[in-house]
């Protein structure tokens, strides 16, 4: 084969097995120097004689051809019998041959008697082809980049081209060390496989940046504003921009300079910039010379405009600039975006703003002038909608403020695309494009959705600190049929919880902007408390319900909405727990046992029905499920009594705000807080007028347990002597309240594209809250209770209690002897508006698996009785 030497037999039988037996491979060539096609004609004759032939082709023969019949071979050299040749035109006919790269070697002979014979050597197909070596891209990666295939044919200069490519990849990747070596393996039938062996080598780091000509700003401050880090410190394994890449090279000038626009060096620019490979050949250096310039301040800001609705006047409203101040490039353009708004929204969607810039060097002066040229109002032609494949058109159409024929309105358009984004169908990041229409006055709006997934059929199982073990099955469709209606039916099951719910919403009755939804539920669910560190079952609550809900529009940011539900609730004790039987008649005559179970439960037991009207007023102008702008403020009253047993007065508030401190960091500021009043008077003394399962037990603050805070019982056992035991007998029974408050102020982190794409959301956070305002129930206070000895005995029982006229049980045998049973002390605790504290940090992921959160807080303030905790987590499910 002429060109390649094959230099040795290929063992590698796992790679190749099947095609390997008897072949042999080599180098192609080397990469530093790689061989090129065959410029001149290697051979023109086997024999050529002394002197320069010329003659006529009397015949053509074609030997050694495999695939190509000998006419394709003849129409490739241009000969033909009866053509009168010299030598000049044998070596063209070779030239063209080898162009066709379908050959590795071509010989004429014949020459000097015009029986021409053209013998060639096919250039192999090839049959495969394998990469080897490579682990950091993977194959579906390189592959693509290749432009040879199998079937094709093998030429060296498509080999060369193809390695450069892979090289090429590598390097976007930074690593500059990387090596390729192609290689074949001979087979029959002229077929090669054809194996790219790749080194992969080390990623290339910025060993060092280094700035020449900053006078005003030391290199430190000016490496924090490059994309490019250097290598190295603590946390070096955690950086991911640190390696080299030359389009971040040319980025980083650019933050340079945008850097010094802002702190009035307008004349800054970047002399040159070099990246130079370390002696070791493993990292780069990066060198900048800079030239600063003289620094500028504002001199005379002015404003000079064309349109009607938009006079010099009002533009200079606009304009914050101040004339002394530093000159700032970012600050002038988002004063020109401000401006093309406030045209935007005066029907002016082309408006054409530029700032005119004159500069007064000596003075070091930045003269200003915002002009506003003419442009005509536009109108809104037509509205293309593409990428819905299951959502209807209408569904999209109806989100937009504007319709085709309205004059253009920027802020309508804004607002329309946050509509559009908070349907939570489509990608995150949705835009609405405009584009000039058939006309100067016509604009077409334009939006290219990406359809998420809206369906989920999920059966997961999952382990909560809160709720131990947790098995989930739901069906849940918030787009059916592409309608933008809601069906969703789910089951949940855990150690402390079940419920069964089906439901269904229309967002756009009869296609009218009046939102309608129902569902039907049956929650099971059982109240705890801790002993020793055990959590144990106190009252078991089922809840079996239906509800209505309807919604509308009072303007484009409030709503107003109103439900009803008809809820019958049953509260009963374990009977083998808090039950006693004081008269001795057996099962009929058990009875709920305020030592053992506490008389703020035992009055709590029974079933009751809850017949509920309730109104809500909702302000929400954010910008998506997850909003980074805007603020949410809703008020709600319950009234219950139309029907049932139940009576009360529940009012709430609760509001958020959003804002984008800076990119990536979202602060958000949270309010809430409630309040009931009852309407019927107290049942009795020690009782509260709302029941226990009724009242505000305050969202979960982090930092505290699950109704770690708010008016609870501790119920301390005293021990055999009559002294109180606070180390392993004590229980704590949350019994919440009429009021509550809630504060929030949380920062969320921004994280690299990699982390947020596994859907990961740190936050830093302030938790403040709490509940109060119950009535002081009736607390138990027994030191002992002594019980009669014998079964038959006449003597009746009774308790030890502080300062009481009995201090023993008496004797401990015979007829009038009787035993002594530890007694109870009960204590009121937590019903204060005082505010409990809490700060920490937390994750939210969307894993695999469900809904996962993350927090570590810590309770920086509490009241006596409280239940802080440091360390919580939920998978599975969310409470």
Request: hydrophobic share 35%; charged share 25%.
């Amino acid at each position: 084969m002429s060109g390649t030497k094959i230099i040795g037999k290929r063992t590698s039988a796992t790679l190749l097995v099947g095609t390997i037996l008897g072949a042999w491979s080599g180098p192609l060539f080397a990469q530093a120097t790689p061989a090129t096609p065959p410029a001149t004609t290697p051979a023109a004759t086997v024999a050529p004689a002394p002197f320069a032939l010329t003659g006529q082709i009397r015949s053509i023969a074609i030997r050694g051809s495999e695939r190509l019949e000998p006419e394709t071979v003849r129409a490739y050299a241009n000969l033909s019998p009866g053509q009168t040749y010299t030598p000049a035109t044998l070596d063209t006919a070779l030239r063209d041959l080898y162009a066709t790269e379908l050959f590795t070697d071509v010989v004429i002979t014949g020459a000097d008697t015009g029986n021409l014979v053209i013998t060639v050597r096919e250039n192999p197909v090839i049959n495969r082809i394998v990469l080897e070596g490579n682990k950091r891209l993977k194959s579906d990666k390189i592959l693509p980049e290749i432009k040879l295939a199998p079937r094709q044919i093998f030429t060296r200069t498509k080999v060369r081209t193809d390695v450069e490519r892979i090289v090429e990849l590598y390097r976007r990747e930074g690593r500059f060390a990387a090596r390729v070596e192609p290689k074949i393996v001979q087979l029959d039938q002229n077929r090669v496989d054809l194996v790219f062996e790749i080194f992969e080598g080390d990623k290339s780091k910025v060993r060092r940046i280094n700035i020449i000509g900053n006078n005003e700003f030391p290199d430190d401050r000016l490496r924090k504003e490059m994309f490019t880090r250097q290598a190295g410190g603590p946390l070096g394994f955690m950086k991911s921009n640190d390696s080299y890449d030359p389009d971040r090279l040319a980025a980083d000038q650019q933050k340079l300079r945008a850097y010094y626009l802002t702190q009035g060096y307008a004349d800054f620019r970047v002399v040159s910039a070099l990246a130079e490979l370390t002696p070791d050949r493993r990292d780069f250096i990066i060198t900048y010379v800079v030239e600063e310039g003289p620094r500028y301040k504002f001199g005379t800001i002015d404003a000079e405009s064309a349109l009607r609705d938009l006079t010099a006047e009002k533009v200079k409203a606009v304009v914050t600039l101040q004339p002394g101040s530093w000159f700032n490039a970012k600050a002038v353009e988002d004063t020109v975006s401000q401006l093309t708004e406030l045209a935007g929204n005066s029907g002016y969607a082309f408006a054409d703003i530029n700032p005119a810039f004159n500069r007064d060097v000596e003075k070091r002066l930045m003269n200003l002038t915002f002009r506003v040229g003419e442009t005509p109002r536009v109108y809104v032609e037509r509205i293309n909608i593409q990428g819905n494949t299951t959502t209807r058109d209408k569904v999209v159409r109806r989100e937009f403020r504007l319709n085709e024929g309205d004059a253009f309105s920027a802020i309508k358009v804004k607002r329309s695309q946050d509509r559009l984004q908070s349907l939570g169908f489509f990608q995150d990041k949705l835009e609405i494009k405009q584009t000039e229409g058939s006309a100067p006055d016509r604009i077409v709006l334009g939006v290219d959705v990406e359809e998420k997934s809206t369906g989920e059929l999920q059966l997961s199982g999952g382990y909560s600190s809160l709720e131990r073990f947790v098995l989930q099955l739901s069906v849940a469709q918030r787009n059916f049929m592409g309608k933008g209606q809601e069906l969703n039916a789910g089951i949940n099951y855990s150690r402390y919880s079940r419920s069964v719910q089906l439901g269904f919403v229309e967002p756009y009755l009869f296609d009218k902007q009046i939102l309608l939804g129902g569902e039907v539920y049956r929650r099971d669910y059982n109240s705890f408390n801790f002993v020793d560190n055990k959590r144990n079952t106190t009252y078991s609550q089922i809840s079996t319900g239906t509800g209505l809900r309807i919604g509308f529009p009072v303007t484009e940011f409030v709503s107003f909405g109103g439900r009803y539900s008809f809820v019958i609730d049953k509260i009963t004790l374990n009977k083998a727990t808090f039950y006693s039987d004081p008269d001795g008649i057996g099962p009929r005559g058990l009875e709920c046992d305020p030592v053992k179970a506490g008389r703020y439960l035992c009055d709590e037991i029974g079933s009751r029905v809850t017949s509920l009207v309730g109104l809500s007023l909702l302000h929400d102008d954010t910008n998506g499920i997850r909003p980074t702008r805007g603020q949410r403020i809703l008020f709600s009253q319950d009234f219950a009594g139309l029907l049932g047993d139940v009576r009360y007065l529940r009012t709430r508030f609760d509001a958020t705000k959003y804002k984008e401190v800076r990119s990536g960091w979202v602060a958000s500021v949270h309010a809430e807080g409630g309040y009931i009043m009852p309407l019927t008077k107290s049942p009795g003394p020690g009782r509260d007028a709302i029941r226990l399962t009724d009242r505000f037990f305050g969202p979960q603050m982090r930092g505290f347990d699950i109704r770690g805070i708010g008016p609870r019982i501790v119920r301390t056992t005293y021990d055999i002597t009559g002294a109180l035991d606070t180390k392993t007998n004590q229980t704590s029974d949350s019994l919440g309240g009429r009021a509550y408050y809630m504060g929030r102020v949380e920062l969320e982190v921004p994280v690299s594209s990699s982390i947020r794409s596994l859907g990961l959301r740190p936050s830093a956070f302030i938790d403040v809250g709490s509940v109060w305002s119950l009535t002081k129930p009736e607390l138990t206070d027994i030191i002992a209770i002594c019980v009669p000895v014998t079964a038959n005995t006449t003597l009746p029982t009774f308790n030890l209690v502080p300062g009481g006229a009995a201090t023993t049980c008496g004797p401990t045998s015979g007829p009038t002897g009787f035993s002594r049973v530890a007694g109870i002390k009960e204590t009121f605790l937590g019903n204060s508006p005082k505010p409990r504290l809490a700060i920490g940090v937390g994750v939210n992921w969307v894993s695999p698996f469900g809904p996962f959160r993350l927090d570590i807080a810590k309770a920086l303030l509490s009241q006596q009785g409280d239940d802080t905790k440091l360390f919580s987590f939920n998978v599975g499910t969310q409470f």
